[in-house]
Structures are given as structure tokens and as C-alpha cells.
């Protein structure tokens, strides 16, 4: 049983910079794609970021491109979101998303194919 816990996160300026962590534990994290997604309040959760099992494909969504950038350490079973060039709206929960996948395959932005989800994380963007 594959188990998530993000870190990271907190108050920061807009246009400043944060990292989060999403540590698994359980399980062997070359087994699965990951996926960061976040939820402001009334809205629906939403992708931000995903990469596949491999490390060898990402995906971003259109509004954090070229500021956010995922990436995996398998040997640490940690991923990470480096978040720079933050703007208000990008205050929200950011929740840590895995789903196994015995073959490499591109990984996906959506909420329904992960299986594993860590708490949550509060990334508050405020001056």
C-alpha cells in the first residue's frame, strides 16, 4: 500500500519561489506516476503538474508553464514541484497524486485514474 505525505509549502510573496516534497513510503516509487494537483476554495481540483513512472515525460497545465517544474528522485521516493514566479491565484491546497503503472506510459492530468493521494499541502501567495 503506497502512502504520500507532501511537505513544503506556507506563506510566500507573489513572485517569490517555494519547493514541495512528496515523500511515498510503502511502495517503490519507479512503480508509479505522479501527479500535483491543487484546490482553491469552491473550485474543483485541478492538474498542475504530472510526471511518468520513468521521469521521461511531464506535463504541465497551461497556467503554471514555464514557472512550475516537476521532477522525481526514485532512489529518495520523493518528487518535487518547484514553484517560481508565484501569483496570488495560485493559492490553493496542493495535493500529491499517484496511480500504478506496471508500463511506462505518458502521464495523465486528470483526477479519476489516481488511486493514492497524500493530505494536502496549503501554498498560501499573498504580499
Known amino acids: 500500500q503506497l502512502q504520500l505525505v507532501e511537505s513544503g509549502g506556507g506563506l510566500v510573496q507573489p513572485g517569490g519561489s517555494t519547493r514541495l516534497s512528496c515523500g511515498a513510503s510503502g511502495s517503490t516509487l519507479p512503480y508509479y506516476a505522479i501527479a500535483w494537483f491543487r484546490q482553491a476554495p469552491g473550485k474543483e481540483r485541478e492538474g498542475v503538474s504530472c510526471i511518468s513512472s520513468s521521469g521521461g515525460s511531464t506535463n504541465y497545465a497551461d497556467s503554471v508553464k514555464g514557472r512550475f517544474t516537476i521532477s522525481r528522485d526514485n532512489a529518495k521516493n520523493t518528487v518535487y514541484l518547484q514553484m517560481n514566479s508565484l501569483k496570488p491565484e495560485d493559492t490553493a491546497v496542493y495535493y500529491c497524486?499517484?496511480?500504478?503503472?506496471?508500463?511506462?506510459?505518458?502521464?495523465?492530468?486528470?483526477?479519476?485514474?489516481?488511486?493514492?493521494w497524500g493530505q494536502g499541502t496549503q501554498v498560501t501567495v499573498s504580499s
Open positions: 497524486a499517484a496511480r500504478l503503472v506496471p508500463v511506462q506510459r505518458m502521464c495523465v492530468l486528470s483526477v479519476s485514474p489516481y488511486d493514492y
